[in-house]
């Protein structure tokens, strides 16, 4: 299975932008999909996972009300649609695919290539 990344881009502070990542192959109902991002110089941070089969979601603290995480289960796709955008949010967003429920991007062993997310003031 690969995951492919797509929908960063430009945006001014206040917007919204709505990633999404494409499996090649089927996720389990066991399976987890995360958003984590990353900042050059910066460790990956995680932004939100869902379980693949409950829907069942998490955010960090950062985001929470302000970006919703969810799955099409028909086209394997998991998306991320970020509203409010601040300029703290821009970094490289990559999306990831777990056996287990965690936010450690440590027990995440499936990425995607990343995308970037500008955030102008």
């Known amino acids: 299975v690969q995951l492919q990344a797509s929908g960063g881009g430009l945006v001014q502070a206040g917007g919204s932008l709505r990633l999404s990542c494409a499996a090649s192959?089927?996720?389990?109902?066991?399976?987890?999909m995360a958003w984590f991002r990353q900042v050059s110089g910066k460790e990956r941070e995680f932004v939100a996972s869902?379980?693949?089969?409950?829907?069942?979601?998490v955010y960090a603290d950062s985001v929470k009300g302000r970006f919703t995480i969810s799955r099409e289960k028909a086209e394997n796709t998991v998306h991320l649609q970020m509203s409010a955008l601040k300029v703290e949010d821009a970094a490289v967003y990559y999306c990831?695919?777990?056996?287990?429920?965690?936010?450690?991007?440590?027990?995440?062993?499936?990425w995607g290539q990343g995308t970037q997310v500008t955030v102008s003031s």
């Open positions: 192959g089927r996720i389990y109902s066991s399976g987890v």
């Open positions: 869902i379980r693949w089969g409950a829907g069942t979601t």
């Open positions: 990831a695919a777990s056996s287990t429920w965690d936010t450690g991007p440590l027990n995440y062993k499936l």
